[in-house]
């Protein structure tokens, strides 16, 4: 366990990730229980092998998305009160998991995430949202760590394309369609056990794994209870702490345990089903 109280932000580095966007490293685990948690995560790679492998890059998020509903040990992760004290840092005392998604990078992917601004198709406002990145493993520069553009989440949202490219991770490929001054990158390399925050304006992205080595990790979206979504389903989210007095969301209850049931299937498919109709409202959602 890591000391209660020993991820707040202090005044200086949130002033930080309020003037450039971002924020790392944050301990949150202990390297052990990172270890532990990779496993696990491995453990369920192993067992959605047959599926992931019949899917492009861009629709892994069917099977990597919103396990937070599945396993408590994922939930476990994304309520954890070191996670939680750091993101309370920067969006006040009342917290939801709005999704999350695991972003796995074997030795010699190819896999890739252009660069892009969440804000531009979540549909979120107002823009009370963080993004906790949690790595299970080291994540470096050779293995494909996260890349941010220091101040960009306070300039304008900047046009994006969706290219649909075949090793691009996201969704639908969505790339910005204006030049982005690399030189001006930086890479929030991570040990295991340890979280990065970003702003949901921000220009970010990711490099192939060219190393030898995995790069493991879960970003979990957390937002405040006013935060309204655009789109026609009303989103499942998990309130992890605090109250929520707006309602805007249907608060989902988190798994029990481990093993996965018919129903937590339903709740983890439903929830999907649901964020693919507000963001993604002209592709058919799978059966």
Known sequence: MVGSGSSNLNAQQRLQYQEKGYYYPIRVFEPSAADNLRARFLDYLAQNEGSLSGLPPREHYLVLSQTQFLLRWVYGIVSHPEVLDAVESVLGPNIIVWSTQWFAKMPGEKTYVSWHQDATYWGLHPPHVSTGWIALSESC?????????????????????????????????????????????????????????????????????????????????????????????????????????????????????????????????????RLRISIMPKEPFPR
Do not use: W
Request: a negative charge; aromatic letters at 4%.
């Open 141 to 273: 520069v050779e293995n494909g760590c996260m890349r941010v553009v220091p101040g960009t989440h306070k300039g304008p949202s900047l046009p994006q394309v969706e290219t649909y490219a075949r090793d691009n991770v996201l969704s639908r490929g969505q790339e910005i369609a204006v030049k982005v001054d690399d030189s001006r990158a930086v890479d929030m390399t991570l040990e295991p056990g340890e979280m990065s925050l970003h702003h949901i304006g921000i220009v970010h992205g990711s490099n192939p794994n060219r190393s030898d080595k995995p790069r493991i990790g879960i970003a979990v979206r957390y937002i405040t209870p006013e935060v309204v979504q655009d789109g026609a389903a009303r989103q499942m989210v998990l309130l992890v702490r605090g109250k929520d007095d707006f309602g805007h969301f249907e608060l989902a209850k988190p798994p029990q345990d481990d093993v996965i049931s018919d129903e937590d299937t339903a709740v983890q498919h439903e929830a999907l089903r």
